[in-house]
């Protein structure tokens, strides 16, 4: 993450004002040009600087969506799609100004479909809120960020979290998308059949695309059924190096675990201390599990003799959902519960991912590196996928502290990079990551920007995001 | 599937002969011009009419494809990428004329990451070798599309095949790609992290693209471990609803087969035919179970409850190998065997996919179509995914026989559709199916097509496929 690469692009001044105007009358109260309205709209979640827009419309419908691209794209304004702003690379800072697209009215689930296990809902319905619309129908929607973020959103940033190891990611669990193009069409990228070789997968190409080609108004989800049992544990080793190798095992030895998430010994410091917690501060493995009863405690004893291997500290296993569920709300609250190690101080929460047989190496080095720079940082990790986190705790204002900060990103970044991982397995190139989407994939990037112009040629989606 | 979109398109007269001319001296006898060459290179596995390419480079190395692409470039000659040319829908027909890059020298695996369960192959590796090849380190590629096609071919077409309710298709098994675009650079759309969201998904946009957007030089693929055991069965069905909906259920309790294939009554006839077994000539249903042996007989308990409750006639459960290899073998050959039925006429494999709760209604009303218009054709399907092929035997040289047949294919893919189904599930659209395509996704083909604009805008790469 850079703060060189959050530019202000060029605005259209005459442009701008104008399509503002013009949205004003179509949606009065729900086009708000009010500051506070602004900058909400453009908080990136990080120590990046803002961008805001110019206004923000509350869009109730897809025709609405049509009828704000329409107006944009006669006065070459910019459109930044926003669902809940819980992105990390700033993809919802409006870079060249514009009017951000506010999905959080179209939030409706349009249809479950619970013999093909697959709904479609409105952009700006949260996972949350799905999860507790399908709870009657004994179906699921696993994709868990952390964050309660919208579906749109996290069709857009290619979102997975803690549950990918078993369920995949959004591009995994996406069927379908309605999609208005910069005429201010609306097409559908797919029907609800499991699989199709019918032309190009348009809906990969949007999912992951961060707003630049598109504005998605409808995505059609697998689901999948609840399990009929859930079991889950905690162990912890006395290294960073252990835990990995005891998950590294474990994939490769096709535990089907659900979740496999490692949190960093001063991460359970502060997991205690927000939550209530007394777990040992050592670095520990959350762990679920899906399936029928038995299963579910085959998994687990395969599990147990792994971590014994590795020398995990005793690997508390329970079935019973009001434990399981306290210790996953510790996880969930990580973020925050990291936050407030010091709470004075700016969070940047930067991910990357590498190869399984790497993950234990990366984290070492990694937390090496933070020691050894006297950086204040947790790791976290959906380490069953090789992928981790590492939130970053320093003085944003303080630029000897940033430019800290940046180096050892840079120095992340290309440790990832040389195991043949990627500069993000979740979070999406945004601003925050350019130059290493350059390191990662060079002369893939004209090809992607060759899409972009075929498909926006007026650079009006989220400009000045993924590449330059 | 129509003939009347195999067309053929203008012919580049003067560029052809100075490309050739060129390719002769770079690659002399790798650079065939004679007619067996050229026709068995636009055999098309169907019906559809053979456009032959006017010269066959063999080519060797990702630097001789980059070299090759260069020359076409320059005189604005087409290209057509071709593995084992099994592909169904006259992918490989050269419709404009030009050059036919074949794979098959280009077969060796370049790396398997054991630890990492992946490998990175040349593209035209087959399916068979490449298991082969695997066999010592425990793991599996499990993309089976019945032909031994090559690897870059199932990408191109996005293949599955049989145990794709299981494992995904050929979108969630490739981890990355090299790709030679229109400007003959090589780039490489990901790297081997399990996950990414390092910008717009290229690699799911080159897989099912078939061949028009560029040239894949290698694949990096997700391999599985080879199940510790593995057990299957058959069992018959008094109908074909009777069979789906066992099929229905076994989905929606989310039972993890690992293949669930129908054959319907006539395929068990030529079955038996051509494979010497004895089977009750009924449709039938062919499974496999992959696990630990508890796990095996768990899964195969519980679809024998299933059978049983839609009337099956006695699941026959093994975990032989010889006997399971054997209904295998039978099942592989099916297309074969239906050909066998009236060896005299062409036969022609279509496929549709519909939800899984539409599959026993789809699969019905096509039968009853199929009798109604006393039509020659088995029914074959991977009904795990709602997935499955009609394979019609008919007199192609009678334009009475092809006009019925086409009558049919367009009730077939509008009822898949009505039933919101995609017209291919895994054949592609090639030539055959474009109508369809449009009927199907309508303006989404507009993005489809500036995608192609953009990226290939003489329109070289394997020109006349998908859409006009």
Redesign the interface.
């Known amino acids: 993450m850079s703060r060189k690469d959050v530019i202000a692009g060029s605005r259209n001044e005459e442009g701008i004002p104008r399509a503002v105007e013009q949205l004003k009358q179509r949606f009065g109260e729900r086009c708000q040009t009010g500051q506070s309205f602004r900058e909400q709209h453009a908080h990136t979640t990080t120590y990046l600087p803002s961008q805001l827009p110019d206004a923000v419309v509350f869009v109730e419908t897809s025709a609405e969506v049509q009828a704000v691209v329409q107006i944009c794209a006669e006065h070459k304004v910019p459109m930044v799609a926003f669902g809940t702003g819980s992105s990390l690379e700033g993809q919802v800072n409006a870079a060249n100004g514009g009017i951000s697209i506010d999905f959080s009215r179209m939030d409706k689930v349009l249809a479950v479909?619970v013999?093909?296990?697959?709904c479609t809902v409105e952009p700006g319905v949260t996972r949350e809120a799905l999860n507790t619309y399908l709870r009657d129908t004994g179906l699921f929607f696993p994709i868990d960020p952390g964050a309660n973020a919208s579906i749109g959103g996290m069709v857009a940033?290619?979102?997975?979290g803690t549950n990918?190891v078993r369920y995949?990611?959004m591009?995994?669990n996406v069927l379908a998308l309605t999609v208005v193009?910069a005429k201010g069409?609306?097409?559908?990228?797919?029907?609800?059949?499991?699989?199709?070789?019918?032309?190009?997968?348009?809906t990969?190409?949007f999912?992951?695309?961060e707003g630049t080609?598109g504005i998605i108004t409808s995505v059609t989800l697998r689901l999948?059924?609840i399990p009929e049992a859930i079991g889950g544990g905690i162990v912890a080793f006395a290294d960073e190096k252990s835990a990995c190798d005891a998950v590294?095992t474990t994939?490769?030895?096709?535990i089907p675990v659900a979740r496999i998430e490692l949190l960093d010994a001063l991460q359970i410091r502060a997991c205690n201390a927000y939550s209530g917690l007394t777990l040992q501060e050592k670095p520990t493995l959350f762990l679920e599990f899906h399936g029928?009863a038995?299963?579910v405690a085959?998994q687990a004893a395969q599990f147990d003799e792994i971590q014994q291997e590795f020398g995990g500290e005793g690997f508390r296993f329970t079935t019973d959902p009001q434990e399981r569920s306290q210790v996953w709300k510790a996880r969930h609250n990580a973020y925050w519960a990291g936050r407030a190690l010091a709470p004075e101080l700016s969070g940047l929460s930067s991910d990357v991912?590498?190869?399984?047989?790497r993950l234990a190496d990366c984290v070492a080095e990694t937390r090496a590196d933070l020691d050894r720079h006297g950086l204040l940082a947790t790791i976290v990790g959906h380490v069953g996928?090789?992928?981790f986190h590492v939130l970053l705790l320093f003085d944003a204002s303080n630029e000897t502290d940033v430019d800290k900060v940046e180096a050892f990103l840079a120095r992340l970044n290309a440790r990832?990079?040389a195991m043949?991982?990627?500069?993000?397995?979740?979070?999406?190139?945004g601003q925050g990551?350019m130059s290493?989407?350059e390191a990662?994939?060079?002369?893939?990037?004209?090809?992607?920007r060759?899409?972009k112009?075929?498909?926006d040629p007026d650079n009006l989606f989220n400009p000045g995001k993924?590449?330059r």
């Open positions: 479909n013999e093909d296990l697959d940033t290619r979102a997975s990918a995949g990611t591009k995994d193009t069409e609306e097409i559908r990228t797919a029907h609800r059949a499991r699989k199709s070789s019918a032309g190009y997968d348009l990969r190409l999912v992951g695309s080609l999948q059924g590294i994939i490769q030895m096709g029928s038995e299963t085959m991912c590498v190869p399984i047989s996928d090789g992928n990832a990079l043949d991982g990627t500069c993000t397995g979740e979070h999406g190139i990551k290493y989407l990662e994939l060079g002369g893939a990037i004209d090809v992607m060759q899409i112009q075929a498909l993924i590449f």
